[in-house]
């Protein structure tokens, strides 16, 4: 953590939650140095320097980046290699080195491009190490963000042969100092994982809850006797659509194996019951139910 304390500015590029929480658990953690926010509406940025989330705020990406060692790049996945593009062009002939990181849920395809941008301009000056907290929430915006956001939150970096490692190590600080537990994967093995255990339960989350909602007869609706167990298994499908469907195409392949298996295993359920074997349905979930009170224990969960 003291790689981290060493540095002049860092810069974050989108104060929204998830940079926003980083800001304010930087200035949580004593971080020495100057926080900058950066962005294109000024309204969001004003409000992101009143909560204490940056020190300074710019619309302007060369003042941004001037005297920065590090920028956080927190745009949706499929826009993060256009900020790249944009800081390569921008730093130019900067003399001294800067570190580029994200927050983003996909990997794989993000992390091609840009190694491609880097090595088509044959810049040394630009480094990038792919990251993802495993943390958040179904508000968005600055104002949902907070400093704990991360504290024993699983921090993934992805990083490939090409990496620097003084960078890695540099990200991997980035994360501890705000509470995080880094972990390396590769990007392919991040997609495969992160598309099971996050981005599969959002999509069937969303599927139950419109497939609920159009469940009706004349005078009511499936909806009006929904309750928490209903809430509590549809509750992350309020996430932002704009964010979920760049999510979704940017890990597609991913997806769209897991979703075959997802068929699968419903059309082997749908042969249980059609056939009414009890002892299998009572085994699958039984399964299950072991499955989820291991994960509460590992939790801390009762």
């Not at 304010?24 to 962005?39: D, I, M, S, T, Y």
């Not at 190590?169 to 996050?198: M, Q, T, Y």
């Not at 469940?215 to 964010?243: C, H, M, V, W, Y």
Request: charged share 20%; hydrophobic share 40%; net charge negative.
């Amino acid at each position: 953590m003291e790689q981290v304390q060493q540095l002049r500015r860092i810069t974050i590029w989108g104060v929204g939650l998830i940079g926003g929480s980083i800001g304010l658990a930087l200035k949580k953690n004593r971080f020495q140095g100057q926080r900058v926010g950066l962005g294109r509406n000024i309204g969001r940025l004003e409000t992101a320097r009143t909560l204490n989330a940056v020190d300074v705020i710019t619309t302007d990406l060369a003042e941004g980046l001037q005297e920065t060692d590090l920028v956080v790049l927190c745009p949706p996945v499929n826009l993060v290699p256009m900020f790249v593009e944009r800081i390569i062009e921008s730093v130019g002939t900067h003399q001294s080195q800067i570190v580029l990181t994200d927050v983003g849920s996909t990997k794989s395809t993000m992390v091609r491009a840009i190694e491609t941008q880097l090595q088509a301009h044959g810049t040394d000056t630009v480094r990038f190490v792919g990251g993802h907290p495993m943390a958040g929430s179904h508000e968005t915006g600055v104002g949902a963000a907070h400093a704990t956001l991360f504290e024993n939150a699983t921090c993934i970096l992805t990083p490939t042969e090409n990496t620097d490692p003084d960078a890695l190590k540099l990200i991997e600080n980035l994360w501890e100092f705000v509470g995080g537990v880094p972990r390396r994967l590769s990007p392919e093995i991040h997609d495969l994982l992160i598309g099971a255990a996050s981005h599969l339960p959002h999509l069937i989350a969303s599927i139950l809850t419109n497939t609920v909602a159009n469940i009706e007869t004349e005078d009511s609706k499936a909806l009006n006797f929904t309750a928490t167990g209903f809430q509590d298994t549809t509750r992350i499908a309020a996430g932002s659509p704009d964010l979920w469907t760049n999510i979704f195409t940017q890990n597609s392949d991913v997806l769209l194996s897991l979703i075959d298996d997802i068929i699968t295993n419903l059309t082997e359920f749908k042969t249980l019951l059609q056939t009414d074997n009890l002892a299998e349905i009572e085994r699958l979930l039984l399964e299950a139910q072991v499955t989820v009170e291991k994960r509460k224990k590992e939790f801390g969960g009762v």
